[in-house]
């Protein structure tokens, strides 16, 4: 291999001229050695895709990411998954490998692991993955949403391991997540469970991108965040925001918005809190309806820290019943809980 970045921060090297990918040789050896078996991971987003190899322990071995191109349509970006997959296995004993497991981000069909469709692979529609790469690769292969994955990946590897009863929300671009009860995923009659995002909490709310109103991610996620700054500053609200974009409403992003709050901006504090609030409604809405022991948050905007769970945990508080009990903690597994949540899935489906 050539051209590896093994300082690139995020552990996962970026697309050059050639196929790259970062190896942990001492780390393979030493699981090969000791007889593991091996887990090919497949994190498929709107803008790129992640491949890992790891163990059952969920050590990445071999991690490897690429823009995906999903203009192109899913024949070119399943041909690219292809070659990187055939390249990161070279030098790996087929008999090592248990499977590979897929997080997609869209609705998939359980057990046949179509992707039916997905906000950010529009032309991918009604495409079978599971069996696109089964036999192309001639292994088997798991497919699932990634949100619903990303709950499976923290409940067996990260902030919900030892938790049979666990919510996970991500809170990004959108709102997404996944709910474990009884130790299952649950996926409901049609496989589309726990769409948590678009639960409505505010029947007069802002129109949700699903053409709903009111429904958490419009009022909670991080576009939300950017829209109700935006709002204020367009008010004619004094804010650090407006410095930080250059006087530029349209790059106002919750990593703005959150890089204001946590130095004092009135605005900005007060944008979180109004985020961070109905985060909480939906939160203890959740709590009633699953009894979980544990609501883990996760995404870009819980990097927010206290700024978010502080309202979310005193809103639940006060919205629950009294014997209610519940831990919100933030997400262990950072960039990497679809790619685990992936390797959970396999394991989920292969383990006696």
Known sequence: MTNVDINDPSGFVRQRAVSMIYYQKSSMEQSLSQGKHLILSLDLGGTQFRLALADEKGQLLKRYAAPIYSQQGPEQGIRRIKDAIIEMLSDIDPVALRGMGVAAAGLVTPGTGVLLTSPNLLSWYNTPLKGIFEQELQFPVWVGNDANLAALGERRFGAGKGSDDLVYLTISTGIGGGVITGGKLLLGSSGFAAELGHMTIDLNGPRCNCGNAGCLEAMASGTAIARLASEKLSSGEVSVITDLVAGDLTKVTAE???????????????????????LGVGVANLVHIFNPELVIIGGGVSNAGELLFEPV????????????????????????????????????NTSS
């Open 256 to 278: 703005v918005v959150c890089e204001a709050a946590s130095d004092g901006d009135a605005v900005a504090c007060a944008v979180m809190h109004t985020a961070a609030t109905n």
């Open 313 to 348: 945990r005193q809103v639940v508080a006060e919205r629950t019943m009294p014997d209610i009990t519940v831990r919100i903690v933030p997400a262990a597994l950072g960039d990497n809980s679809c790619l685990l949540g992936a390797v959970a899935l396999v394991l989920e």
